[in-house]
């Protein structure tokens, strides 16, 4: 069965430094992805980044980078020079065929930037 | 593109009523819905998946009788919450996917819902 593991419940940092949430996931399936998505105090989920299984790239935006590693099933974020505008609540989530696509949510972490 | 729409934002009501909340695609063709409940500091839940045109998949749990979907168009999916009570209250989530299948789900802003 799948399964997305966010190990860390809660990270407070101070700002400007730099931060990674992890995220482990399971699954049988060779063709798969794997999403990470924001969730402020408003409430909204902001989409973040989507990763295909075949696609081991690290990727890079701004501030933001994610670290794929299919041999440790993980799919790290980096948060580079944090803000306080970056406090929310983290989420990594799974999609693979035998869900039908339909999205595996991991616990979440909830990231507290400090002034 | 691939804007969801979700009302209303908010909303608080009286023991007993009914509340719908509706959930728009704005500029895809929406086949699969899926609608989600999230309690304070946990994980979105999934609640049920909807194709347009055929009856809601509920999942393990929710009670299909108080929690109606109908997913008349490929624009549009309504969750009805019947009779709400204080327990119902919570933050529902809607979320849309055209086709194929592996596309991904694009989510409205969700609504609040307060039962008092």
């Known amino acids: 069965a799948q399964k997305v593991t966010q190990a860390q419940t809660e990270i407070s940092v101070v700002e400007k430094e730099d931060v990674t949430l992890d995220c482990v996931y399971e699954?049988?399936?060779?063709?798969?992805?794997l999403f990470w998505y924001k969730q402020p105090p408003s409430g909204e989920l902001v989409f973040l980044i989507r990763?295909?299984?075949?696609d081991e790239q690290n990727e890079i935006s701004g501030r933001y980078s994610w670290n794929f590693q299919k041999s440790t099933s993980s799919f790290n974020f980096t948060i580079t020079a944090s803000q306080v505008v970056d406090s929310a609540v983290y989420f990594c989530a799974l999609s693979d065929s035998d869900s039908n696509y339909q999205l595996i949510w991991g616990a979440g972490t909830k990231l507290i930037i400090k002034p | 593109g691939a804007v969801v729409s979700q009302h209303p934002s908010w909303v608080i009501c009286k023991s007993g009523t009914s509340v719908k909340i509706e959930c728009r695609s704005l500029d895809f063709q929406a086949t699969t819905m899926f609608w989600y409940r999230q309690f304070p500091k946990q994980s979105l839940m999934l609640m049920a998946t909807s194709n347009e045109g055929s009856k809601a998949t509920y999942e393990q749990g929710v009670e299909k009788d108080k929690f109606l979907i109908n997913h008349a168009s490929l624009t549009l999916s309504t969750l009805t919450v019947t009779s709400a009570h204080p327990e119902d209250s919570s933050f529902y989530i809607c979320?849309?996917?055209?086709?194929?299948?592996?596309?991904?789900?694009?989510f409205g802003d969700g609504t609040r819902l307060s039962i008092l």
């Open positions: 979320s849309a996917r055209g086709q194929p299948t592996n596309q991904p789900q694009h």
């Open positions: 990763r295909n299984s075949f």
């Open positions: 699954t049988r399936d060779t063709t798969y992805y």
